[in-house]
């Protein structure tokens, strides 16, 4: 089929200022493992601008180049001509779902959002699946839908450290932040009204300052939302509010690393924090993946991969997985880095964790 574009005059200036160069097949993981140009930056700009002008089909192969790009931003920082794949990809996305072409995976995720308030299916709302009544506080907590439904161990830790630190601080009652539905091309107009749920929501609760646990969520809240609505109230991802509070730790021996999430890195350039919380750590061997910070690799488990095209994400979280030889914990800051990575380890030894549960741990 060929689709009806929107938005061809940016992709058009796109394909003219690529170059060609192939910097992005260095970094990209899609095309580490699918191993085609057609699954690289410049192979799914040139894709983009075929689909949108009706020139290439959106046949199947052609979809599965587009969709299996995890949006990690890598070949955008590699660029020397500055090309934002990753607008490109989505922009393509959104019109391939505007022309009725999604896949079925998508298809039921976005749906479920719409009408139970999670990508999941669950029919419980994140405060009903916690146990909690949501109230009025000055911090509220956003615990996510992944954290909530697929490692509620986070959530709970997060809970549990508010707890025990003393800190009044209330459950936000939000639907789905709307992360998924923007990175797969759903219509604008049903995520921005998610946003303003969300932000009224918020207000009404009479939050100051949300911290979320999730990396996607908070690029979300911190990047995007602003772009749409008004955001009246501080957001902090979790690794953030951890690193200003003053922790007593327990002693823990173990070698152990950082994974960076990339909504939460090189999305949202969130960094130093959860480094911070750790070296908290009494007793631990800290040392850094080969690949960290900006140039960080991504774990494959974003942008709708994992669930459109788990083998390829499990390969992708494997060869992330392959740079930890040394560590006996691997630490994270995303639910999604979590659950990809433990799907890449599948039997092997090594702990994945959430930098908030292990922190309640030694707290």
Not at 212 to 227: I, Q, V
Not at 237 to 246: G, P, R, T, V
Request: net charge positive; with cysteine; proline share 4%.
């Amino acid at each position: 089929m060929s689709i009806k574009i929107k938005d061809l005059d940016k992709v058009k200036q796109s394909v003219n200022v690529c170059t060609m160069c192939g910097f992005c097949k260095s970094v990209c993981p899609s095309f580490k493992v699918v191993g085609w140009d057609s699954s690289v930056a410049r192979g799914r700009v040139i894709l983009s601008y075929g689909l949108l002008t009706g020139d290439i089909p959106a046949d199947e192969s052609v979809v599965e180049n587009i969709y299996t790009c995890t949006t990690c931003m890598d070949c955008v920082r590699r660029c020397p001509s500055k090309v934002d794949v990753v607008e490109i990809v989505e922009m393509c996305r959104a019109d391939l779902v505007r022309n009725g072409c999604i896949l079925p995976k998508h298809k039921a995720a976005a749906e479920s959002i719409l009408a139970n308030g999670n990508p999941y299916d669950e029919k419980e709302s994140m405060v009903q699946r916690l146990g909690v009544k949501p109230g009025n506080a000055k911090i509220g907590y956003f615990p996510g839908c992944s954290a909530t439904f697929r490692t509620p161990e986070t959530t709970k830790a997060a809970l549990s450290i508010f707890g025990k630190l003393g800190i009044e601080h209330t459950v936000v009652d939000c639907k789905c932040c709307g992360s998924v539905m923007q990175r797969i091309g759903w219509e604008n107009d049903d995520v921005v009204k998610i946003m303003r749920h969300n932000v009224d929501a918020i207000k009404k609760q009479g939050v100051e300052k949300l911290v979320l646990s999730c990396a996607g969520c908070y690029r979300m809240f911190k990047e995007e939302y602003k772009k749409h609505v008004d955001v009246p109230f501080e957001v902090l991802h979790m690794s953030e509010f951890l690193a200003s509070q003053d922790l007593k730790l327990k002693q823990l021996e173990a070698k152990v690393t950082y994974h960076d999430p990339c909504h939460l890195g090189r999305h949202a350039k969130v960094y130093d924090a959860p480094r911070n919380v750790i070296q908290k750590i009494p007793g631990i061997e800290f040392k850094e993946l080969a690949n960290i910070r900006d140039t960080s690799r991504c774990c494959g488990g974003g942008g709708g991969v994992r669930s459109a095209y788990p083998e390829e994400s499990k390969k992708m979280a494997e060869m992330r997985l392959s740079e930890t030889a040394f560590a006996d914990i691997i630490v994270t800051a995303c639910p999604f880095c979590v659950n990809n990575l433990r799907f890449g380890m599948g039997d092997g030894k090594k702990r994945i964790v959430d930098l908030t549960e292990l922190v309640d741990e030694l707290l």
